[in-house]
């Protein structure tokens, strides 16, 4: 018995034209587009108003560290003032920053574990002149050290900044 | 004189394998693209830090306020000249954040500043935004590594 005609193939054929037209469009806007992108980090700042509630008898205050910048030629650092109550250094020299780190790290080691014990703060007084640079450098140097082996041993993450300077 | 008629058939490339590669440069450079680029001012040099977090994920609700090197800010595309005028578009973020139920304390304010701006500059800028009970600052800075 004959079942029917036989479908002829080119029948079935799709143009496919216009859709590799559109398609290519789309290809050539997303290559223009494309653009790799420089990894960005975030240093985290807390900073609310100063409270006008009075602090309860029982909260520990935590220690804080007092860091003056201060700006020279060019708007480039001059010397960093540090102050943590007990004892005031200025640090003028070129590895400024890596003393700044040092001294952080032994009045947190003086403090013991700022889980246990009251929590070191470190306030920044500004220069307003000075290029935004040199105090991200600085709020670096507190918030942390790389290791040798590269990891990151964390220092200071309470920060907060006088009122600027008018 | 007589010519051989060609066979038009044999003429149609396969464009299969083509038109799969072509897909997949398509998904790929769909997933790529990234629209949080639209909040980036190019001429802003972002300092460098070898410290910096990356950001972890995306905050609940967010204001990008980039801060150029002669002391205008940038937000939503809109440039303004003094930082003490940037207090109403603040004003309408928070209350665009209290309509979600977001509180001001719970709103990250990325700050991408210039790395020769003066820190004073950023500093009225923070000052602006705690006005506004604005308290959670993220200082955007570029990865060094």
């Known amino acids: 018995m004959k079942?029917?005609?036989?479908?002829?193939?080119?029948?079935?054929?799709?143009?496919?034209?216009?859709?590799?037209?559109?398609?290519?469009?789309?290809?050539?806007f997303f290559i223009l587009t494309f653009k790799v992108a420089a990894l960005e980090g975030d240093f985290e700042v807390k900073m609310p108003l100063a409270s006008t509630n009075p602090s309860s008898m029982d909260e520990v205050l935590p220690t804080v560290i007092h860091v003056g910048l201060t700006a020279g030629v060019n708007r480039d650092i001059a010397s960093i003032e540090i102050d943590d109550g007990t004892q005031a250094l200025t640090f003028t020299?070129?590895?400024?920053?890596?003393?700044?780190t040092g001294f952080v790290e032994s009045v947190v080691a003086r403090e013991g574990d700022p889980s246990?014990?009251?929590?070191?703060?470190?306030?920044?007084?500004?220069?307003?002149?000075?290029?935004?640079?040199?105090?991200?450098?600085?709020?670096?140097?507190?918030?942390?050290?790389?290791?040798?082996?590269?990891?990151?041993?964390?220092?200071v993450n309470k920060i907060k900044?006088?009122?600027p300077q008018e | 004189m007589k010519f051989k008629k060609s066979n038009s058939e044999l003429l149609e490339p396969d464009l299969t394998p083509m038109i799969d590669?072509?897909?997949?440069?398509?998904?790929?450079?769909?997933?790529?693209?990234?629209?949080?680029?639209?909040e980036r001012i190019e001429q802003i040099m972002l300092p460098k830090s070898s410290?910096?977090?990356?950001?972890?994920?995306?905050?609940?609700?967010?204001?990008?306020?980039?801060?150029d090197q002669d002391g205008s800010v940038w937000l939503d595309g809109q440039r303004i000249e003094k930082i003490e005028l940037i207090?109403?578009?603040?004003?309408r973020e928070v209350r665009a954040a209290e309509r979600e139920g977001i509180a001001p304390s719970r709103i990250s304010v990325i700050v991408r500043a210039h790395e020769d701006t003066?820190?004073?500059?950023?500093?009225?800028?923070?000052q602006q935004c705690q006005q506004n009970e604005l308290e959670k600052f993220l200082l955007r800075v570029k990865e060094d590594r």
């Open chain 2, 87 to 91: 207090n109403p578009l603040l004003v």
């Open chain 1, 3 to 28: 079942l029917g005609r036989r479908r002829k193939s080119e029948d079935l054929k799709i143009n496919m034209t216009a859709m590799i037209d559109i398609v290519f469009q789309l290809l050539i």
């Open chain 1, 93 to 100: 020299q070129s590895d400024m920053f890596q003393q700044l």
């Open chain 2, 51 to 67: 410290l910096a977090k990356p950001p972890e994920g995306i905050a609940e609700y967010q204001v990008i306020l980039n801060l």
């Open chain 1, 161 to 163: 900044f006088t009122q």
């Open chain 2, 21 to 38: 590669m072509t897909f997949n440069l398509i998904a790929f450079f769909m997933f790529t693209i990234n629209f949080a680029d639209a």
């Open chain 1, 116 to 155: 246990m014990a009251s929590e070191v703060e470190v306030e920044f007084d500004i220069a307003d002149e000075l290029r935004y640079r040199f105090t991200v450098k600085a709020i670096e140097a507190v918030s942390g050290r790389v290791l040798p082996d590269g990891t990151v041993k964390k220092l």
């Open chain 2, 118 to 126: 003066q820190s004073g500059k950023v500093q009225k800028l923070i």
